[in-house]
């Protein structure tokens, strides 16, 4: 005996973008602009449609992510990111809690240390530090007191 577990049915424009899908959940709906960049959307679980912008270059600006002009992420729906004028990533913040992990690199680019902080407190949580050798590669992590060293052969 077989059991039908779902049914889905889809709707498309013109152009072949999914305007709408139908299933067990209930109706689905979906947005374009003239680009075919998706603006909008509905679901019975969300309690507001979603609506998305774009920048110039085509970046979603609204509905999750916000990138800069040097198109790195810098917000997205959990956490908000900061970078240093070598592109690194230097701080990533939740933004539900306020906490945070910070990352430093060398002269080189390379990570040597990411500290996590609790919201409002200066003092790291945890530490955790890197060393590499004179190729670049990593040789050596220290985090919780505990010491782990790689290598090469």
Known sequence: MSQLINKAEYGY???GNRTSLTDRRGPQNF???SLDRLTS???PLLLDPQA???DAVGNRTTGGSVVNQGNQLTADANFSYQYDDN???TRKTLLATGNSTQYTYDAENRLTQVQEFAAGN???ITTSSYRYDGLGRRIEKV???QTKRYIYL
């Open 13 to 15: 424009n013109a152009v």
């Open 31 to 33: 947005g374009y602009d």
């Open 41 to 43: 959307a509905s679901h």
């Open 52 to 54: 998305f912008a774009y």
């Open 87 to 89: 592109g690194n990533l």
């Open 122 to 124: 200066p003092t790291p």
């Open 143 to 145: 985090a919780n007191g």
